[in-house]
T-cell receptor, first 113, second 110 residues
Framework: DAGVTQSPTHLIKTRGQQVTLRCSPKSGHDTVSWYQQALGQGPQFIFQ???????QRGNFPDRFSGHQFPNYSSELNVNALLLGDSALYLC????????????FGSGTQLSVL | AQRVTQPEKLLSVFKGAPVELKCNYSYSGSPELFWYVQYSRQRLQLLLR??SRESIKGFTADLNKGETSFHLKKPFAQEEDSAMYYCALSGRNYGQNFVFGPGTRLSVLP
């Protein structure tokens, strides 16, 4: 089991562009959460997907959207990129029956120029 | 509002010395508290959670509801404990999101 996999590992975009990040959860997990981690800070919750629906959302604007597919993989989309969106984006998966234990991916480092 | 604070950005101790990583929280209700750890070049991973009342790698953490604290302790630090430590909370309903603190970098010196 490769655990949680994220792609790409690094990405460089310019202001105003759109980006899509991808995540495959750990085998047996059905819940995917996305976090933004700015330099020197802890992860900040963006949203969580379960049964292909957004179940919870953190304090992020509508420019941040997501999707979960029937195989439980997920995408994070960010539109109209701002310089402040530069961060490490982490995906975490969990099993609905054990949602308290998050398994994290290695993250996608997004740089917005 | 839910909030987790970790007052120390960096904590350096010598090998064999006791270590305490501080964590305070604010939450309206009964939260679940966790410690996550990230070793060098590894992923963020769960270290322990208060409800389990377990000791992992010699670390323990006690939830003090009166002081709203969940400090992480180890009596004798080892060099392999050097890592980034994040305190986090979640609501009792595990579907609720996790709130992470800013993290404390622990450096255990030889």
């Amino acid at each position: 089991d490769a655990g949680v996999t994220q792609s790409p590992t690094h990405l460089i975009k310019t202001r105003g562009q759109q980006v899509t990040l991808r995540c495959s959860p750990k085998s047996g997990h059905d819940t995917v959460s996305w976090y933004q981690q700015a330099l020197g800070q802890g992860p900040q919750f963006i949203f969580q997907y379960y049964e292909e629906e957004e179940r919870q959302r953190g304090n992020f604007p509508d420019r941040f959207s997501g999707h979960q597919f029937p195989n439980y993989s997920s995408e994070l989309n960010v539109n109209a990129l701002l310089l402040g969106d530069s961060a490490l984006y982490l995906c975490a998966s969990s099993a609905a029956s054990r949602a308290e234990k998050l398994f994290f991916g290695s993250g996608t480092q997004l740089s917005v120029l | 509002a839910q909030r987790v604070t970790q007052p120390e950005k960096l904590l350096s101790v010598f090998k064999g010395a006791p270590v305490e990583l501080k964590c305070n929280y604010s939450y309206s209700g009964s939260p679940e508290l966790f410690w996550y750890v990230q070793y060098s070049r590894q992923r963020l991973q769960l270290l322990l959670r208060h409800i389990s009342r377990e000791s992992i790698k010699g670390f323990t953490a006690d939830l003090n509801k009166g002081e709203t604290s969940f400090h992480l302790k180890k009596p004798f630090a080892q060099e392999e404990d050097s890592a980034m430590y994040y305190c986090a909370l979640s609501g009792r309903n595990y579907g609720q999101n996790f709130v992470f603190g800013p993290g404390t970098r622990l450096s255990v010196l030889p």
